[in-house]
């Protein structure tokens, strides 16, 4: 059981350069999201879906794209990475309930350069 | 709007020592969850518990214990007998009962447990 999986683990990036960060989860979930992780800010939110096809945005959702074509898949694209989006990025799905287990990946660390 | 607050950037002990990490919440909703996740040197984020709003039973397991008073908006865990293997940063999150699989999270708390 894989659970969620987070690819790449690491990446450096130009800025200016666009890349999609992958996230996979094989419990059939429907909600999913991705948080970004900042130095003495804890987690905060970029986007979410509640399933397939229905995607909206968090509290940081500006430089980020995402879009659910199917339950399994929620990639996260950087359209011009700039330096302020160097970050460690979560993937993270649960059940519809908000008292599910939220399951995170194990992060992707990104920097723009 | 939600808010979860750790005061507590960083806190030093000595093993042995018990430790308590505070985490005080706003919410106007009166459904909602509140979780504790435990983040070790090695990144990934470590699911230690979830509470719902209408259960403030305290909760115990192993060396870690959970104080949720609802009377002060307060999730606060404590570790007993603190050991080095316990250093991490743990986030205090927040949940409300319409919003599944969004959390709020706390700016952390760092804990350093010295030999």
């Known amino acids: 059981n894989a659970g969620v999986t987070q690819t790449p683990k690491f990446q450096v990036l130009k800025t200016g350069q666009s890349m999609t960060l992958q996230c996979a989860q094989d419990?059939?979930?429907?909600?999913m999201s991705w948080y970004r992780q900042d130095p003495g800010m804890g987690l905060r939110l970029i986007h979410y879906s509640v399933g397939a096809g229905i995607t909206d945005q968090g509290e940081v959702p500006n430089g980020y794209n995402v879009s659910r074509s199917t339950t399994e898949d929620f990639p996260l694209r950087l359209l011009s990475a700039a330096p302020s989006q160097t970050s460690v990025y979560f993937c993270a799905s649960s059940g519809p309930i908000s008292g599910n287990t939220i399951y995170f990946g194990e992060g992707s660390w990104l920097t723009v350069v | 709007a939600q808010k979860v607050t750790q005061a507590q950037t960083e806190i030093s002990v000595v093993e042995k020592e018990d430790v308590t990490l505070d985490c005080v919440y706003e919410?106007?909703?009166?459904?909602?969850?509140l979780f504790w996740y435990k983040q070790p040197p090695s990144g990934e984020l470590v699911f230690l518990i979830r509470r719902n709003s209408f259960d403030e039973q305290n909760e115990i397991s192993g060396r870690y214990s959970w104080n949720f008073q609802k009377s002060t908006s307060s999730f606060n865990f404590t570790i007993t007998a603190s050991q080095v293997v316990d250093s991490a940063v743990y986030f205090c999150?927040?949940?409300?009962?319409?919003?599944?699989?969004?959390?709020?999270f706390g700016q952390g708390t760092e804990l350093s447990v010295k030999p």
């Open positions: 919410t106007r909703d009166t459904t909602y969850y």
């Open positions: 419990m059939n979930h429907e909600y």
């Open positions: 999150a927040l949940a409300l009962y319409n919003q599944g699989g969004k959390l709020i």
